[in-house]
């Protein structure tokens, strides 16, 4: 360790040297590089999104239970007395035809000026019942079972779809992520391998003074991990500029959305992608050191 550190000067100044060797392809791999973590980062953001979502819908999951036309207001108390006390029932309330007509309009916004088209309430009072949606299927049975219930309204088609929709995301991201380290380890090795290429006069000299594989290789590893962590810091500002200018698109026209808060999404997926870009460095380059290592055997 403490020759590590001794000749960690030696090893700064030939990483500098290899990168100032072809700036011009150095710059180009730190772009591609970047904007390949940058959609990495796209992904991770949705990912997050997508899980927020289903959790809030999952503590918001409600069914509605309407009553038959012989159900006067004091079956219908008891009626929720009797659904509050179920297995997986978080919570139920009563709702009677002006609430309903008061949540009908919250709900259609602008476009509630059409109920005054109706003289009278055309809403009738129902139980707002909040579930435990792992057990929707058994709270939905017993509900419809009760005598004075007439049907139960749920919202199980929108959910499944979210999951699907979710499970579809996270499958088109990790494909996303497949092809972004497969890229990355053949940008990064590509260039080590170069890198090798134009300093084979120097290696074959330090060689033949007896420098160690660990000593010779190491400045082309810790150069593979200053291009892909440059690369990171490209693609961590992109998605901080994307996401403050996503939230703020999605607050304003649609705030319905439950998203997860702004700091936090951003500073786990910024530290997210600094990581991965160190990792893929590393990778990157023992995988260039070890092609060159291979044809030489061959």
């Known amino acids: 360790m403490r020759t590590f550190f001794y000749n960690l000067g030696y090893f700064l100044m030939e990483a500098k040297r290899t990168l100032r060797f072809n700036p011009l392809s150095n710059l180009f791999s730190i ?21 927020q979502l289903i959790t809030s819908l999952r503590d918001e999951a409600e069914v509605s239970a309407y009553f038959t036309e012989v159900t006067d207001k004091e079956e219908a108390l008891i009626l929720l007395d009797t659904i ?3 297995e997986g029932v978080l919570d139920a309330h009563y709702i009677d035809e002006a609430q309903a007509r008061t ?39 017993n509900v419809k079972n009760l005598k004075g219930i007439e049907y139960v309204r749920d ?16 499958l088109l991201g990790t494909l996303v992520i497949l092809a972004v380290g497969v ?8 260039m080590i391998r170069q890198g090798i290429y134009n300093n084979k006069e120097q290696i074959n000299t330090l060689r033949l003074l007896g420098a160690p594989n ?20 490209v693609a961590m500002v992109l998605l901080i500029i994307l996401i403050n200018g996503g939230y703020s698109q999605l607050s304003g026209s649609i705030p319905f959305i439950p998203m997860p808060a702004k700091d936090e999404m ?12 160190i990792l893929l460095g590393l990778l990157g380059s023992l995988f260039g050191l070890s092609s060159i290592k291979n044809e030489k055997n061959s």
């Open 214 to 233: 660990s000593f010779i290789g190491f400045p082309f590893v810790l150069t593979g991990m200053l291009l892909t962590l440059c690369g990171g810091i």
């Open 155 to 170: 919202n199980r088609e929108v959910l499944e779809q979210m999951k699907n929709i979710t499970k579809g995301l996270k």
């Open 103 to 141: 949540q009908m309009k919250e709900m259609l916004g602008d476009e509630a000026q059409i109920l005054e088209l109706f003289e009278d309430n055309p809403f009738d009072a129902f139980l707002e019942v909040k579930i435990n949606l792992e057990q929707m299927d058994t709270v939905l049975s």
């Open 266 to 277: 951003r500073d786990k997926v910024s530290l997210i992608i600094v990581i991965v870009s």
């Open 183 to 190: 890229t990355t380890l053949i940008i990064i090795s590509h």
């Open 31 to 51: 772009i591609g590089t970047g904007l390949i973590l940058f959609l990495l980062g796209m992904v991770l953001a949705g990912w997050s999104v997508g899980d």
């Open 84 to 86: 509050k006390n179920m």
